[in-house]
């Protein structure tokens, strides 16, 4: 604490306060500086100085409680933050599960009518080969039996036997066993445009917006699923096996989530 006596004049005692100049001055001070300036009697200038302190203190303290509540918050909106990351990873995975069952299944459907048509046709080409071979017996035992006849045969067995013979011969001929043919049918796959499946959103878009407002943070998360684009996709390149998914047309989600 500085004595009450005056800086110039040290044998006085100081009783006013100049507003102008910030400083306590004696009465010589008052007649030789301060006469025109805004001054006061110190101890009614330090009631009201006083009062304002108190005010600013009181601003102090309230500033320090915040201070003291910023860390709490902090961990707070963290953990809302995570939480809300941790849906948004949970909904992502569940999408992707989706649109990866999806590909199974229809991959899985082309396959299995390939099997089915391949064991068709394998059928077929059994068939006509057991045909053939059948008809093959047949026209070689004609062939055995009539050379033996003819070779072999009296008069009389030729004569017995020929009209029948004839008439089995015209008939054997009449069923031509090569009109049965096999005839595989013709397979292609038009593969989907794998090239634009890189640029093709299959799961949906990530996005991150994040705002400073007077001090609060405020992060915007949109998950955006486009799976019917991927379906449509599909469809058009895969006509001959359209595959009805429960997904429909509309499949379409919005995820927002908004952070304060
Ligand atoms: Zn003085
Ligand atoms: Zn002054």
């Not at 959103?201 to 407002?213: H, M, N, P, S």
């Amino acid at each position: 604490m500085r004595p009450d006596s005056c800086d110039k004049h040290s044998e006085k005692q100081v009783h006013l306060y100049c507003h102008d100049c910030n400083e306590n001055f004696c009465l010589t001070c008052l007649t030789a500086v301060h006469r025109s300036h805004n001054y006061g009697e110190i101890r009614e200038v330090a009631d009201s100085f006083r009062q304002r302190i108190n005010d600013d203190d009181e601003r102090i303290v309230s500033a320090i409680s915040c201070v003291h509540e910023q860390p709490g918050q902090t961990k707070r909106s963290e953990e809302e933050f995570l939480c809300d990351v941790e849906d948004v990873r949970k909904i992502v995975l569940a999408t992707g599960d989706i649109v990866k069952r999806s590909v199974d299944d229809q991959i899985a459907d082309v396959l299995t009518e390939l099997e089915s048509v391949t064991a068709e046709s394998t059928d077929q080409a059994k068939n006509v080969q057991e045909t053939c071979q059948q008809a093959l017996l047949t026209l070689e035992s004609f062939h055995t039996y009539s050379r033996e006849l003819v070779d072999k045969g009296r008069p009389s067995d030729v004569t017995r036997a020929a009209h029948d013979l004839h008439e089995r011969a015209e008939e054997l001929l009449n069923s031509d066993v090569t009109a049965v043919e096999y005839h595989p049918p013709h397979v292609t796959f038009t593969p989907a445009d794998v090239t634009q499946m890189k640029r093709l959103t299959l799961i949906g878009k990530l996005a991150v917006i994040t705002q400073e407002q007077s001090g609060r943070s405020f992060a915007v998360f949109v998950l955006t699923v486009i799976c019917d684009l991927y379906f449509k996709h599909y469809k058009l390149h895969l006509k001959t096996f359209p595959l009805p998914h429960p997904l429909g047309d509309y499949y379409f989600i919005i995820y927002c989530i908004q952070k304060y």
